[in-house]
């Protein structure tokens, strides 16, 4: 019997809006005059885009040739883990008080047995251009596809969570498989040297010293982009490889735990879209569209500027594996 292999075909992000959101996790946008304040149909499709040319999307699902979708009990666990202080101090204004579901979610998540959960969508594209997937089936609840869907559903948080699909192919019959990942963004950046809060003024004050100092010593080891090779520092950024929240002493301003970037690469790089092999050449994520990487310029194999030393590649590895996204499924878990 031939062995069942999963191959990467291309990859798409959405936000997760308010309309599509479970009903005590609405926003209160009573004042907001913008679109996506409607509180939706109450079947819970999901929406994808607001588009004429529904066939892109279609192209890109493929219902024909599609098995189902799936999502993994882990990713589920750790967007909760990311999305904890939004639940319990949030930065939006819900109509209700979402900390008290934080708890119950975590619960249920864990209580999933098996890591992956299966469902199939349809889709539909009304009069207004608007392209959602729609739950197969009927909308009672003993439905399986809105038993599975409910979990995602009961979870995330409007407008600070992406989900991610990647569509996977069965190479031994082309069919395909969607794998949805939910990723919990927050709406504020903040400066990763400020997470650690010194308490006294002039331990903020020398922290912004060994900031500065440790940017100029990046710079003269790394005086451009690794990527792009723009050399004007005023839009360069000295960027932790293993991020400075997460560093003993030694590591928060060692010279090999920095790497210098232009910001749109800074900010793939802190959330996982980009990294980059022992020998300095760049990989990219799956999660991250071949039209948006055509974009952007970047392809996995790509060659850098990074000045590699065995401290660099310690930490590269650690980037790697603990902060890069890539997809990890197992065939035989999908395919029967």
Request: with cysteine; net charge positive; proline share 3%.
């Amino acid at each position: 019997m031939a062995t069942n292999r999963l191959k990467i075909i291309d990859a798409l992000e959405i936000n997760f809006v308010d309309s599509c959101s479970r009903n005590e996790f609405k926003l209160n946008t009573s004042n907001e005059q913008r679109p996506g304040k409607t509180k939706g149909v109450g079947e819970k499709r999901l929406y994808i885009s607001n588009t004429k040319d529904a066939k892109k999307y279609d192209d890109f699902f493929d219902f024909d040739n599609l098995e189902y979708f799936f999502f993994k009990k882990s990713d589920l666990l750790q967007y909760l883990k990311d999305a904890e202080n939004e639940y319990l101090k949030p930065t939006q204004d819900y109509e209700q008080k979402i900390g008290k579901f934080y708890k119950e979610n975590c619960d249920l998540i864990k209580n999933l047995q098996g890591e992956y959960i299966k469902f199939k969508f349809t889709r539909t594209h009304d009069n207004q251009n608007r392209y959602y997937l729609v739950l197969e089936g009927n909308k009672s609840k003993n439905n399986p596809n809105r038993q599975a869907y409910s979990y995602l559903l009961n979870i995330c948080l409007p407008r600070v969570t992406k989900i991610n699909f990647v569509k996977l192919q069965n190479e031994n019959n082309g069919k395909n498989f969607i794998y949805l990942k939910p990723n919990f963004l927050s709406n504020v950046k903040i400066e990763e040297f400020i997470l650690k809060k010194p308490k006294e003024k002039q331990d903020k004050e020398k922290t912004r010293k060994m900031q500065a100092k440790y940017r100029f010593s990046l710079l003269d080891i790394m005086p451009s982009c690794v990527i792009s090779g723009v050399a004007d520092d005023r839009i360069l950024i000295a960027c932790h490889i293993k991020p400075f929240s997460k560093c003993d002493e030694k590591e928060e301003f060692d010279e090999n735990n920095g790497i210098i970037l232009t910001p749109t690469y800074h900010y793939l790089f802190d959330i996982g879209f980009i990294t980059f092999d022992d020998n300095g050449n760049l990989i990219v994520s799956d999660f991250l569209s071949k039209l948006n990487q055509k974009k952007l310029h970047i392809q996995t194999g790509q060659k850098s500027q990074i000045k590699i030393t065995k401290k660099r590649q310690d930490y590269l590895k650690y980037h790697r594996t603990d902060i890069f996204q890539q997809v990890s499924v197992e065939s035989d878990k999908l395919i029967n």
